[in-house]
Every structure is written in C-alpha cells, then in structure tokens.
C-alpha cells in the first residue's frame, strides 16, 4: 500500500453510499485528520488527547486588468490600519491582512499589452509568442506537486469566465490571458468553469448519485460519529453539515442549467463552453458565480482535500457585465477608463471576493486559530493601470499567517526598494518556503522577498 494510500485511509471521512465525505478539524480526534482506531475495536474514532499540528494552504485570486489606483492605498498597522474605499471590504480582517505595493514581474514589461503580462503571473517565465506555448510552472502547481502526496486533490484550479482563443495583436497566444495555473512550461492546468462539476469533484459525486442529497448518503455515519465526539465538536460538525447542505442546495440550480446547456449545445453541434453567458450553462449572475466557487475553496480547505487553489476571477479581456455595479460597459472597456468611479466600484467589488473568502476561513475553528490563520491567500491583478496597460508595479494583497509564519497587520510598499528587491517571484520563494516547499530560486528571483 502506498504512503499516500495510508494517509487517506487514516484520514478522518465521514462514508456513505458511493461518496467519502472529508471532515474538518475537530478536538476530540486525537490526530488532526486522522481516523484512529478505538480502544473497542469499533473503528469508530475515540476520544480526545491533543491535535498535531495543522496543514497550511495557499489560494491565489485573480483579477483581470488592473483596479483603480486612486482608491486603492492603505496606512498604518493592525487594528488601526486605515483602509481605502476600494479595500473597505477587508475592514473585519484588517488584522490578518498585508497590504503589499511596489512589486512587479519583470518578464510581464516591456512585451506588450495583455497575454504578455497575465500567462507568468504565477510563474514570472518569459513567455513565447506564436503558436507553441511556452512558459513556466506556477508557483500554485509547485506547491500542488508538493503536497499531492498528503491530499485527495493535488489542486482547485477554477475560474468564472470561460477561457477565450485564438492570438492577440501582439502575437501571444489567448491561452496567456485565460490561464494562470500552468503545471509547466507548455500546458496551463484545465480550469473548471462549472461550479457543480467543481463540487462534485470535492466530493466525488458520480452519475446518478449526484440526484441524492450528500449528507443523506452519510447521515447514518454521521450520527453515528456525532455519537464519539464531544459536544463542541457536535455544534462544529452541524455547522458543518449545514454549511455543505446550503451550498449543494445552490449547486443543484447550476447543475440544472448545464444540463440544459448541455442540451441546447448538442442541438447546435457545439460545445456548451464556446456560446455566452448564460446560453454555456454558467450562472449568470457573476456574484453567484463567484460566491460558489469562494465556497467550494473553502470547504476543500478546511477537510484537506486539497491545499492549494487558484481563482481566475475575471480573466485578462474579460467580458463580463456588472448591472448590479450600475457599470455600463464590459469589464476590459471599463479598465480603459480606471481612474472612475464606476470602475471603482469594480475594483471594490472584486476585492469583496477576497474579503469573503478570507471571513469564511476566519470563521472557521481550527485549535485555537482558524483555517485563515493556517492559510495564505493571495489577491492580484497583472496590471496597475488599465487605461495604461502598466504592469511596473501591481496590485497585491496577503490575507492570513500561514500558521504564524507569516507576520499581518502590514503595509509594505517596495516601490523604492530597486527592481532585485522587489520581484513579485522573491514573494513566491519567501511563501514556498514558509510552506515547508524549499526553494532558492524560482521564476525570475534567486533569493526570498526581503523585509516580508
């Protein structure tokens, strides 16, 4: 039996029909994860000892095009940092936060507009124009080959607009404006679009079974382990159970409407992904969209199921519509003009992902911290300004400290530092290597991001 195989078997699961369901930490296992055995040979997992130690996570969140830099600053430190009217959203986890400015991604300038500066947003390799692709391994699949021996998922790779093709004027391929996971030099990772085939992977629903109610395939599991544990655990493990109920409920509404896709698409001969929003199956209200796929990291982070994730937001050129914002254009018009107020509402908006993404984690128990506090989330976007395609700086934020590796409650600006100083891949090596990945170089960098 592999060394893999032994690990997930130990781990603690909640088993039903046709579906292995990961729990998150509770106290009264005595091994974070594991499945022990109890003293009477039920294999029910026993009582509580004490909790080992607990893994770190890293999720990368993409935005496409730059944000409007007039609102986008943040002073002091701690619990009195003040924060922008763009970054206001971050206001409950300011604490746990590292404003970052100033770094930039040398092979990302000079190039051109676009594809050049979004396919090594992860990686900082030069990229290769025309038709073959070539670049580098991202930071997100470095770790993911790391940690594939100790999870179910190597990585979450998703995203919430479909990728585009063809070459841009600037003769790099489309592929470097849809992609920001790339498990090497020539192929980007394939990036799941479709919330309901993302939750069903979390949680191995397969065919039919996909009709019945998870927590229904393992409710008797799940009172029997409700039994064994103590009665903190239980309101955890309720909390649990809840929280995967209401968002399978919202699951189920998409999976309805790419069934229908589905079969719209064969009627005309073509794949559901090539045709728009909401015709490809995808929800068409992008905060929908994005709220589900916020969710789907956060479960896969607090069971374990995986540790590392990647979130392309928007992709660079990106199409999408804001009503709700009362923006009037598409996203990539609405860059050409970013020092507006409209454009930043779209900037907000999307840093409220982060922020919705980092307060689930925070709210979620684990030993005397959070999962936030044992995971690192990054937010980034490939330019400063759209309307100038600017990528000598770019906009960056930390959410959590990465099981107190991490120093947060920061405002760091490296716009000073001269260009070896301030490399967005120096950021790369400084987070592998707290993760226990060791790296003395990676991408552009041969050392790790001073002053982090």
């Known amino acids: ?165 063809g070459y841009h004027e600037t003769n790099f391929s489309m592929a470097y404006s849809s992609h920001i996971s790339w498990q090497d030099a020539n192929s980007p990772v394939p990036m799941e679009v479709y919330p309901s085939l993302a939750f069903d992977s979390l949680f191995d629903n397969q065919g039919s079974k996909r ?5 229904d395939r393992v409710k008797e599991h799940a009172a029997q382990l409700n039994r064994q544990v103590s009665r903190a655990d239980q309101a955890k493990l309720d909390e649990y159970l809840t929280s995967v109920r209401e968002v399978e409920k919202r699951i189920e509404r998409t999976r309805e409407m790419k069934d229908r896709a589905d079969d719209n698409a064969k009627d005309r001969g073509r794949p559901a992904i090539t045709m728009k929003r909401p015709d490809n199956g995808l929800p068409e209200d992008i905060r929908e969209h994005m709220r589900l796929m916020g969710d789907i990291i956060a ?10 994730a ?42 409220s992902q982060l922020a919705y993404l980092a307060t689930r984690l925070d709210a979620m128990p684990e030993g005397e911290g959070t999962v936030l506090d044992n995971s690192c989330l990054m937010f980034v976007s490939n330019m400063w300004s759209g309307s100038q395609h600017d ?11 990465l099981g107190g590796t991490l120093e947060t409650g920061r405002v760091l600006d490296f716009t000073k530092s001269g260009d070896d100083k301030r490399k967005l891949c120096s950021l790369y090596v400084s987070l592998m290597n707290r993760m226990g990945v060791k790296q003395d170089q990676f991408g552009d960098a041969d050392s790790s991001l001073t002053g982090l």
């Not at 009709?211 to 927590?215: D, E, G, M, N, V």
Request: charged share 20%; with cysteine.
């Open 391 to 401: 990528s000598t700086k770019l906009p960056l934020l930390l959410a959590g400290g």
């Open 1 to 165: 039996m592999s060394d893999n195989h032994s690990r997930i078997n130990r781990r603690t699961v909640l088993h039903g029909v046709g579906v292995a369901m990961a729990l998150p930490w509770l106290e009264s296992i005595p091994v974070w994860g594991d499945e022990a055995t109890s003293s009477d040979g039920s294999g029910n997992p026993p009582l509580a000892d004490q909790p080992t130690g607990f893994p770190k996570r890293f999720a990368a969140l993409f935005m496409g095009n730059g944000i409007n830099s007039k609102h986008w600053w943040a002073k002091g430190a701690g619990a009195e940092m003040e924060l922008s009217q763009s970054l206001e959203p971050l206001a409950p986890i300011k604490t746990k936060l590292n404003v970052i400015s100033g770094l930039f991604n040398k092979h990302a300038t000079g190039v051109g507009i676009h594809p050049g500066q979004t396919g090594n947003i992860l990686s900082g390799a030069a990229l290769q124009r025309g038709a073959v692709l070539k670049g580098g391994i991202s930071v997100d699949q470095v770790l993911a080959n790391r940690f594939s021996e100790e999870t179910t998922m190597p990585s979450l790779v998703l995203g919430c607009e479909q990728p585009i093709t």
């Open 310 to 351: 990647s979130l392309l937001l928007c992709r660079d050129l990106s199409g999408l519509f804001y009503p709700f914002l009362d923006v009037r254009t598409a996203h990539h018009p609405a860059s050409h003009d970013d020092q507006s107020d409209a454009y930043e509402r779209v900037s907000r908006y999307y840093v």
């Open 211 to 215: 009709t019945k109610s998870i927590l």
């Open 299 to 308: 479960l896969a982070f607090q069971t374990d199921k995986t540790r590392v």
